[in-house]
């Protein structure tokens, strides 16, 4: 898919997959693997492994899907993962991971939104932390994370390999409990601390 114009963005987590939903989520993570950022795959698996991995996906209680669609049409997405019910002591910490929109969807604001309705989900959970990491290389993913309130708190020189070569990693944290830190969530305003 191609466009150079998007008129509406939405954002939504996903419980089950709609008719079309699953090839769309398929094609747009395999555009962004193919184009390099494609969380973590460096190549795009058969469809229907990709196929069942997002299957997978939704079933595991910790893990929450959110899409992106421009235009009615999933164009990227990103997951929020909870602590296990054994981990008391981060029950309020979550991760946000696998973040990617479609080499075609970009620019118009849709990865900002998956990440304001994951904070917005955070926070009605009662969440107090958000954490993420990052390969270095992916530099408008950090301009993104930076510029929504994330604070980095920590390097790794061989956070992850690509084509045999050690690449750095960056991992950031937001605080939840204090609103003003988060940049650009409209709702976060109407969050007492
Ligand atoms: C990072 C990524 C998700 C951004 O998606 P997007 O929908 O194009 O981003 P948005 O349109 O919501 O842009 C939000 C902000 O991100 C930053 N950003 C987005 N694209 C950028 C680019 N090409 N260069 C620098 N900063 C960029 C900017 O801060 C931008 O805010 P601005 O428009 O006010 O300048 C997308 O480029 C992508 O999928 N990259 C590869 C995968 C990846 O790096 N995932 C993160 C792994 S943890």
């Given at each position: 898919?191609?466009?150079n114009?998007?008129s509406?963005?939405?954002?939504?987590e996903?419980?089950?997959?709609r008719?079309?939903d699953?090839?769309?989520?398929?094609?747009?993570?395999?555009?962004?693997?193919l184009?390099?950022?494609?969380?973590?795959?460096?190549?795009?698996?058969?469809?229907?492994?990709?196929?069942?991995?997002?299957?997978?996906?939704?079933?595991?209680?910790?893990?929450?899907?959110?899409v992106?669609?421009?235009?009615?049409?999933?164009?990227?997405?990103?997951?929020l993962?909870?602590?296990?019910?054994?981990n008391?002591a981060?029950?309020?910490?979550?991760?946000l991971?696998?973040?990617?929109?479609?080499?075609?969807a970009?620019?118009?604001?849709?990865?900002?939104k998956i990440i304001?309705?994951?904070?917005?989900?955070?926070?009605?959970?009662?969440?107090?932390?958000?954490?993420?990491?990052?390969?270095e290389?992916?530099?408008?993913?950090?301009r993104?994370?930076?510029?929504?309130?994330?604070?980095?708190?920590?390097n790794?020189p061989?956070?992850?390999h690509?084509?045999?070569?050690?690449?750095?990693?960056?991992?950031?944290y937001?605080?939840?409990t204090?609103?003003e830190?988060i940049?650009?969530?409209?709702?976060?305003?109407?969050?007492?601390?």
């Open positions: 898919m191609t466009s114009s998007v509406s963005i939405t954002v939504e996903l419980t089950e997959f008719p079309g699953l090839p769309d989520l398929c094609e747009a993570a395999e555009a962004a693997i184009d390099g950022g494609g969380f973590g795959w460096l190549t795009p698996p058969e469809r229907d492994v990709f196929e069942r991995f997002w299957r997978g996906v939704l079933v595991v209680p910790e893990r929450h899907l959110f992106g669609r421009a235009d009615g049409v999933i164009a990227g997405s990103a997951q993962i909870r602590a296990p019910r054994n008391e981060q029950a309020h910490v979550a991760n991971t696998a973040l990617f929109v479609a080499p075609w970009r620019s118009f604001g849709v990865a900002r304001e309705g994951i904070i917005d989900t955070a926070l009605e959970h009662d969440l107090k932390t958000l954490n993420l990491d990052v390969r290389s992916q530099t408008a993913a950090i993104l994370y930076e510029g929504m309130g994330f604070r980095q708190w920590g790794h061989a956070y992850a690509v084509n045999g070569r050690p690449v750095g990693g960056r991992f950031y937001l605080d939840l204090n609103p830190l940049k650009g969530n409209k709702s976060s305003a109407d969050v007492s601390a």
